[in-house]
RNA sequence: UGGGACGUCGCCAAGUGGUAAGGCACGGGGUUUUGAUCCCCGCAUCCGCAGGUUCGAAUCCUGCCGUCCCAGCCA
């Protein structure tokens, strides 16, 4: 350990680390390693993985590796390599010059089968794919032999040579484990080591193999000559960790990393398989990998999502071995909490309602004073020009309303945000009965103060017409009509619990002109509306586009639905 | 029904024989020129169920029940 606590609650696997050090069982520091299949974009489930594993090596003095799982070429590219790479330093990692790939081992890996060979411990299997599979036996029953079981070592060698050599077109051969058809674990079944794949270009390597190691075979020893100690995965592969460890056993490995398997995240009202995501991307039903629907990492950081946010709630989850299903809840906690203390004030209209401050001259500016931040000083100040005719929020003008209502009724009074009070004299509508324009005036004396013998229960956001900035804001909405669209109800899949309405856009919203010279990527809080985070690919200098990252949290909409 | 794992508050999660942490959510109150933030207070006589061991069990034993994963030449 580097001398303070660490800062992430403790967890089983923690806990395991520190034993081992403190039982002496680590020869020189804590290795782990973040291993993706460069096949598809990384999701907020790796980054619970990418959280635990960097901040193990970071809190115990070790170190992370990167390491991409590139061992089918059929599905993997260098345009995923490259996300997933930009994905972890963002999220606030360094691998320093530990960027590693199993495509890497490719010679070693081949060597430690000539080695399994020679031991007795692998050979070549002649039978078809569907072969192996009848072979395989079921969950209830035994396997049984193949029939190139016990070929000889020089003819394994020799036929698996020629493998290598290109000797044999795809699927006629493979190179298998000799382990035990009859055993419980179906994995244990003479599980295959080595495919032939013709013609396939290796982001990495190029057409210098044709044959591929299987994942299981590749990761122990990948793990072994990085000199990694604890190798953690998810719960899908403590069935596999066996043949983890009987690889190990039965090979001149290096050393013998510890396989520790935890349960991987599961987040209400979204998916978080490879394969759906995929998918969704595929057949259009969202925009893009990083479409701010999505739980990517690069959706999410589009949507507005923080770095520091996200480390967080995948501290606060946790790390366990149960089945979980985490609310939304939790993540908005988060980014509520890092963006509330981080994300200057500003001030916003998304349904405008135009506003005609009667008493206040037609060619007259104010420019008042508003703090970027309440409760943070040091994040200073900016103007607000103030004019005749502004712009407030529809939802903050009721023609009557309740006394809860504390905003602006016809005849009442309200605060306007950093500015002054108004009162509402006139309703002007349109043929259809609809409120287009209301008519108001100002009480000088109420600027910074408030006034004499009444309660000015509301306070309301608003910008000036003559100044405001034109913009388009995107809501966003869940993507699943239900918790867990994973799971099939009534015959229905996933993509039949796709939420119609999980993107409002709004294209007539007013902001505040200093908005005006916001960058993409950049978050406000746009005051009693929610966090904004102006878009990084779409709009132009003069038209701004923002994402709502999140609302504000509301006890309005709950206390309006209790009462009238 | 073979093998592997998991079942503690609506959700996440501590606890590993000494009498149920914490967070999110929720409810109540206070402060507030954001119905935000912030601050108080409340929220499992009970740990999947049933027996047993013990002075004492969520923690140990036995038996049930429930959920998840595995039969790719995917990872």
Same mark, same amino acid.
Not at 198 to 204: E, K, L, P
Not at 212 to 231: F, K, L, N, Q, R
């Given at each position: 350990m580097s001398g303070d606590q660490p800062v992430v609650p403790i967890n089983f696997i923690r806990k395991i680390v520190e034993d081992d050090l403190k039982a002496g069982r680590i020869e020189g520091r804590i290795a782990t390693r973040f291993p993706p299949e460069p096949n598809g974009y990384l999701h907020i489930g790796h980054a619970k993985s990418i959280c635990l594993n960097f901040g193990i090596a970071e809190d115990y003095d070790g170190t992370?590796?990167?390491?991409?799982?590139?061992?089918?070429?059929?599905?993997?590219?260098?345009?995923?390599?490259?996300?997933?790479?930009?994905?972890?330093?963002?999220?606030?990692?360094?691998?320093?010059?530990?960027?590693?790939?199993?495509?890497?081992?490719?010679?070693?890996?081949?060597?430690?089968?000539?080695?399994?060979?020679?031991?007795?411990?692998?050979?070549?299997?002649?039978? @078809?794919?569907?072969?192996?599979?009848?072979y395989r036996g079921t969950l209830t029953m035994a396997g049984k032999d193949s029939p190139y079981r016990n070929r000889s070592i020089t003819q394994n060698l020799d036929l698996f040579g020629r493998m290598r050599n290109g000797e044999f077109p795809d699927g006629s051969r493979v190179l298998r484990a000799r382990i035990d058809m009859a055993s419980p674990n179906i994995n244990m079944r003479d599980p295959t080591l080595y495919r032939i794949r013709h013609g396939v270009i290796h982001h990495q390597t190029g057409e210098e193999w044709c044959i591929y190691p299987m994942y299981d075979y590749t990761h122990p020893i990948s793990d072994a000559i990085e000199g990694i100690t604890h190798s953690i995965c998810t719960l899908e592969f403590e069935d596999h960790r066996p043949l983890y460890d009987w690889v190990l056993d039965n090979i001149s490995a290096p050393c013998h990393p510890q396989q520790i398997e935890f349960s991987r995240l599961n987040l209400q009202y979204t998916v978080m398989s490879k394969r759906k995501l995929t998918e969704l991307v595929n057949e259009g039903y969202v925009e893009g990998w990083d479409d701010p629907r999505m739980p990517t990492i690069a959706g999410m950081r589009r949507r507005g999502y923080s770095a520091a946010s996200i480390r967080d709630f995948c501290e606060r989850i946790g790390v366990t071995k149960s089945e979980n299903s985490v609310e939304m809840g939790m993540l908005e906690y988060s980014v509520r909490e890092d963006l509330n203390g981080h994300a200057p004030r500003r001030m916003a209209v998304l349904h405008p309602l135009r506003v005609i401050i009667t008493n206040y001259p037609d060619d007259k500016v104010e420019y008042l004073e508003a703090v970027n931040h309440p409760q943070d000083e040091s994040m200073g100040v900016r103007t607000l020009p103030f004019t005749r005719e502004i712009y407030i929020d529809r939802d903050d003008f009721r023609e009557e309303a309740s006394s809860k209502f504390k905003r602006l009724v016809s005849g009442g009074e309200v605060r306007l945000r950093y500015a002054y009070v108004i009162?509402?004299?006139?309703?002007?509508?349109?043929?259809?009965?609809?409120?287009?324009?209301?008519?108001?005036?100002?009480?000088?004396?109420?600027? $910074?103060?408030?006034?004499? $013998?009444?309660?000015?229960?509301?306070?309301?956001?608003?910008?000036?017409?003559?100044?405001?900035?034109?913009?388009?804001?995107?809501?966003?909405?869940?993507?699943? /009509?239900?918790?867990?669209?994973?799971?099939?109800?009534?015959?229905? /899949?996933?993509?039949?619990?796709? /939420?119609?309405?999980?993107?409002?856009?709004?294209?007539?919203?007013?902001?505040?002109?200093?908005?005006?010279?916001?960058?993409? $990527?950049?978050?406000?809080?746009?005051?009693?509306?929610?966090?904004?985070?102006?878009?990084?690919?779409?709009?132009?200098?003069?038209?701004?586009?923002?994402?709502? @990252?999140v609302t504000l949290r509301d006890s309005w909409t709950k206390i309006e639905g209790q009462h009238d």
């Amino acid at each position: 350990m580097s001398g303070d606590q660490p800062v992430v609650p403790i967890n089983f696997i923690r806990k395991i680390v520190e034993d081992d050090l403190k039982a002496g069982r680590i020869e020189g520091r804590i290795a782990t390693r973040f291993p993706p299949e460069p096949n598809g974009y990384l999701h907020i489930g790796h980054a619970k993985s990418i959280c635990l594993n960097f901040g193990i090596a970071e809190d115990y003095d070790g170190t992370c590796n990167l390491r991409f799982d590139d061992t089918n070429p059929h599905k993997e590219n260098i345009e995923y390599v490259q996300a997933i790479t930009e994905d972890v330093r963002w999220l606030g990692y360094d691998w320093d010059d530990r960027l590693f790939y199993a495509s890497d081992y490719f010679e070693q890996l081949y060597a430690f089968a000539v080695e399994l060979i020679n031991r007795g411990k692998a050979y070549v299997c002649d039978l @078809t794919a569907e072969e192996i599979r009848e072979y395989r036996g079921t969950l209830t029953m035994a396997g049984k032999d193949s029939p190139y079981r016990n070929r000889s070592i020089t003819q394994n060698l020799d036929l698996f040579g020629r493998m290598r050599n290109g000797e044999f077109p795809d699927g006629s051969r493979v190179l298998r484990a000799r382990i035990d058809m009859a055993s419980p674990n179906i994995n244990m079944r003479d599980p295959t080591l080595y495919r032939i794949r013709h013609g396939v270009i290796h982001h990495q390597t190029g057409e210098e193999w044709c044959i591929y190691p299987m994942y299981d075979y590749t990761h122990p020893i990948s793990d072994a000559i990085e000199g990694i100690t604890h190798s953690i995965c998810t719960l899908e592969f403590e069935d596999h960790r066996p043949l983890y460890d009987w690889v190990l056993d039965n090979i001149s490995a290096p050393c013998h990393p510890q396989q520790i398997e935890f349960s991987r995240l599961n987040l209400q009202y979204t998916v978080m398989s490879k394969r759906k995501l995929t998918e969704l991307v595929n057949e259009g039903y969202v925009e893009g990998w990083d479409d701010p629907r999505m739980p990517t990492i690069a959706g999410m950081r589009r949507r507005g999502y923080s770095a520091a946010s996200i480390r967080d709630f995948c501290e606060r989850i946790g790390v366990t071995k149960s089945e979980n299903s985490v609310e939304m809840g939790m993540l908005e906690y988060s980014v509520r909490e890092d963006l509330n203390g981080h994300a200057p004030r500003r001030m916003a209209v998304l349904h405008p309602l135009r506003v005609i401050i009667t008493n206040y001259p037609d060619d007259k500016v104010e420019y008042l004073e508003a703090v970027n931040h309440p409760q943070d000083e040091s994040m200073g100040v900016r103007t607000l020009p103030f004019t005749r005719e502004i712009y407030i929020d529809r939802d903050d003008f009721r023609e009557e309303a309740s006394s809860k209502f504390k905003r602006l009724v016809s005849g009442g009074e309200v605060r306007l945000r950093y500015a002054y009070v108004i009162r509402c004299d006139e309703v002007v509508k349109d043929a259809h009965g609809e409120v287009i324009e209301l008519h108001c005036s100002y009480a000088p004396a109420t600027l $910074g103060v408030n006034p004499e $013998g009444r309660k000015i229960k509301g306070v309301i956001h608003w910008v000036s017409s003559r100044f405001g900035v034109p913009a388009e804001i995107r809501l966003y909405d869940r993507l699943f /009509n239900h918790p867990t669209p994973d799971a099939a109800r009534d015959g229905k /899949n996933y993509k039949d619990q796709i /939420n119609p309405d999980s993107l409002h856009t709004l294209t007539h919203c007013i902001l505040e002109p200093r908005l005006a010279e916001s960058k993409p $990527g950049e978050s406000f809080q746009f005051e009693r509306e929610g966090y904004f985070c102006r878009d990084s690919k779409l709009g132009t200098e003069s038209y701004l586009v923002f994402n709502r @990252t999140v609302t504000l949290r509301d006890s309005w909409t709950k206390i309006e639905g209790q009462h009238d």
